[in-house]
């Protein structure tokens, strides 16, 4: 056998070796097989686009202050004069607004009529409280008190209002404001305004005027009983006239105080006066336990004063309040004749039906507006205020006593009225007094151009 040589030999036990690494399908001693390359992931699923967040064409107040990156009240201590329908347009509480305000501390609430949460009844006072979501004081005034004390006020630098209004003189939000102006002008205190609709729009004004002897915390503002404007433009009226920051034992502040005084109004945006409370597309919240609607505030203006000391009452049971109406003894077609015959221009009577709060069925007349261009929104009160007389045995303004009939004035707001339905009764003459409340309606709108605020 020939012999190989030993470099040959090392070449083929090289060769040998490599055959055995690199066989195809030749398995290690292990038994473990090749991997295979592992599969691509799957691509993520795309995540929809949320629709747009649709929100109220209008701005209030508060909205602005706050696209405005709080600007107005940044580096200051500030209080708060809200209720519960002090909401942004997204249905957040201003005081929630305001606590994220990042150069701003939020240290006082103050609470007006019908308290913060807007549950008390009217003309309840209320005493001071904690605020439980935040912990914050909540200082009545509508309470031992109506003017913020100087001890409320101590260590703010501005003092922001946010409250909504239904456009009716004797609603007490507008003098709450007018208050807590007077108080913070004389402790050089800013106020600032976040601006609101007026749910009646800013075109209607209505009904009598206010005399100078009527003037009260019921009525402040010596306007028409409908006065078309907004808070932050009746608040710009009360910075500007003499002696428009007085009330009889309420305030009175001085002339130099008023001059004097810082006010900020934050203007809306998106509002124009023949905007009402619908076209707005807030959400109504209820002002106070009577007006838990945009309906009821309508009602407010048009049929509140015909139940003063009338024997009128508003609802249907405990439905409809401020639009349904009732007189004692006297059915819902009876009533319906008598209001028809006066042919009142811009409503219209209804028979409905409401529910008593035991569950019964209660028959009343809900008072319709059918036409808003022709209604006059004070008039029907008027008209229930000759018919109580009709139907009455003693005329029920004859015989008011001097506490009842104050309360009767600082109302209706006109002394001629209450002289003439006092000693005429039935027999009154409605249209001789609508005729002239418009005329003056009409010069007070002209002269209350000057603080528009809103086309």
Known sequence: MPRRSPALLFLGALLALAALVVAPGCASKSGKKAEKPAAPAPAPEPRPTPPPEKLPPVMLGIDVLEAEGFKAIAGKRIGLLTHAAGLNRRGEPTWSVLRRAPQAKLVTLFAPEHGLDGTIAASVNFADSIHQPTG?????????????????????????????????????????????????????????????????????????????????????????????????????????????????????????ARQKGRLTVIPMRGWTRAMRWPETGLRWVPTSPMVPSYEAAVGYAMIGLGTQDSGW???????????????????????????????????????????????????????????????????????????????????????????????????????????????????????????????????????????????
């Open 136 to 256: 914050l004081p909540i200082y009545s005034v509508h309470g031992k008190t109506r003017k913020p004390t100087k001890a409320m006020l101590k260590g703010l630098d501005a003092v922001v209002i946010d409250l909504q209004d239904i456009g009716s003189r004797s609603y007490t939000f507008a003098s709450a404001m007018l208050a807590m102006m007077a108080a913070c002008f004389e402790n050089n205190v800013e106020v600032i305004v976040l601006d609101r609709p007026n749910p009646l729009g800013g075109l209607k004004v209505d009904g009598p005027p206010l005399d100078a002897e009527f003037k009260s915390y019921v009525g402040a503002f010596r306007t028409p009983y409908v006065h078309g404007l907004t808070l932050g433009e009746l608040a710009r009226m009360a910075k500007d006239l003499p002696r428009m920051l007085y009330i009889p034992n309420v305030i009175d502040t001085p002339e130099a």
């Open 313 to 455: 009452s508003s609802g249907i049971g405990r439905d409809y309040p401020f639009r349904g109406i009732h007189f004692p003894k006297k059915t819902p077609d009876e009533i319906i004749k008598a209001m028809e015959a006066y042919k009142i221009p811009g409503v219209r009577f209804l028979k409905m039906n409401g529910l008593s709060r035991e569950g019964k069925v209660v028959p009343g007349v809900y008072v319709e507006v059918v036409d808003w261009e022709k209604w006059r929104p004070t008039e029907v009160s008027f008209y229930m205020q000759k018919q109580a007389a009709l139907w009455s045995k003693l005329n029920p303004y004859a015989s008011l006593t001097a506490s009842e009939a104050r309360t009767f004035n600082i109302h209706v707001g006109s002394a001629a009225w209450y002289n003439a339905i006092r000693t005429q009764g039935g027999r009154v003459d409605v249209t001789l007094f609508t005729k002239n409340w418009a005329e003056r309606a009409a010069v007070f709108q002209q002269q209350a151009k000057k603080y528009w605020l809103y086309p």
